[in-house]
C-alpha cells in the first residue's frame, strides 16, 4: 500500500497542464483527472518520482515512466543524462526538458517545464516520448524543497548547448553534467582610491570583466589595466589635481554574467608617482 501523499507529489505528467491535476484513490489503484483534458495528437508520458514511498516511508528504488498517445504516433524519441552532485547540495532533484519550438528562450524560474522527472540515486535520468525538435535541460537539486528553481539556492546542471532530437537519430545521450550553485548577484565595487597623481585603483568583490570603457568626469583615462583573475581595476590617468572630486562610471560584468553599472567618486591626489 503506498503513502497517497508521496505519491501525488511525486507524479509528473508531460506535457505538464497550467492547473494542477485532481487525483482519485480506490484501493492501490489511482485515477488522475486533468482539469483541461487531454490534448489531441500528443504523446503523454505519465512518471512517478523517485520520492514516491509505501506507508512505511520506503521509496522507489528509481523513477518509473510510461507513455501513450491521443493521436496515431507514439512519439519514440528518447534522451538520457547523469547529473553529478557534491555531498553539500541536499534535497531531491529534478530534471526539466523544455521544447524549443514552444518557448525558445525559456526561463527556468517562471517557465513551466514542458517535460519533469527525477534523476535516481546514482544521478541517471530518462526523458521519453519525445517528438522531432529542439530541447533544453536543466537539472537543480531543491535545496528549499519549493519544486521549483531558485537561483543561488538551488545548485543547477545545465549542458553546453541545446538537444536536436530526429526520428531516425535513436536514443540521445548526454555527458555527464555537474551541479553547482550560479551565483545571481552583481559584482560589488568595495573601494576605490588615488595612488599618486596618474592613478585610480578600484576594488570588486569578486573577479569582473570590463564591458563599457570607464569614464572619469574631467579626467582623461590614459590606460586601464587589469590583474588577472582578480577584482581589481588600476586606471592611469592624466595628472589629476589634488583634493578635487571626480566621478567615475564603469561597467562590469561577473564570471556569471551579472552585470553592475558602477558611478562612483573619488578626491584627486598631488603625490608624484613613484
Do not use: C
Not at 538520457?80 to 524549443?100: C, I, K, M, P, T
Not at 530541447?135 to 538551488?154: E, L, M, S
Not at 569582473?208 to 590606460?223: F, H, K
Amino acid at each position: 500500500t503506498m503513502d497517497h501523499r508521496s505519491v501525488e507529489e511525486a507524479i509528473f505528467i508531460s506535457p505538464q497542464s497550467e492547473q494542477v491535476p485532481k487525483f482519485r484513490w480506490r484501493g492501490d489503484a489511482l485515477q488522475i483527472r486533468l482539469a483541461d483534458g487531454l490534448r489531441m495528437d500528443r504523446t503523454y508520458v505519465i512518471t512517478i518520482g523517485q520520492a514516491s514511498a509505501d506507508e512505511w516511508r520506503n521509496r522507489m528504488v528509481a523513477s518509473h515512466s510510461f507513455r501513450f498517445a491521443t493521436g496515431d504516433v507514439v512519439n519514440q524519441g528518447e534522451l538520457f543524462g547523469r547529473v553529478v552532485r557534491s555531498n553539500e547540495h541536499v534535497g531531491q532533484a529534478f530534471a526539466w526538458l523544455y521544447d524549443l519550438g514552444v518557448v525558445s528562450e525559456p526561463d527556468l524560474s517562471n517557465d513551466v517545464a514542458h517535460y519533469v522527472t527525477q534523476p535516481d540515486d546514482a544521478g541517471h535520468f530518462q526523458f521519453s516520448g519525445l517528438g522531432p525538435g529542439r530541447y533544453r535541460v536543466f537539472v537543480f537539486v531543491d535545496a528549499n524543497q519549493n519544486k521549483a528553481y531558485t537561483p543561488g539556492v538551488d545548485a543547477l546542471a545545465v549542458p553546453p548547448q541545446d538537444i536536436s532530437l530526429t526520428d531516425d537519430l535513436g536514443p540521445f545521450r548526454l555527458g555527464d553534467l555537474k551541479s553547482v550553485v550560479r551565483d545571481t548577484s552583481a559584482p560589488v565595487l568595495s573601494a576605490i582610491r588615488t595612488s599618486d597623481q596618474h592613478h585610480v585603483l578600484m576594488r570588486f568583490d569578486e573577479t569582473v570583466r570590463i564591458v563599457t570603457e570607464p569614464v572619469i568626469s574631467g579626467l582623461v583615462i590614459q590606460a586601464v589595466y587589469q590583474d588577472a583573475d582578480s577584482g581589481r581595476v588600476g586606471l592611469l590617468t592624466q595628472k589629476q589635481q589634488s583634493g578635487q572630486s571626480y566621478e567615475v562610471r564603469i561597467s562590469v560584468v561577473d564570471r556569471f554574467g551579472n552585470r553592475a553599472d558602477i558611478e562612483s567618486s573619488v578626491r584627486g591626489d598631488g603625490t608624484a608617482d613613484r
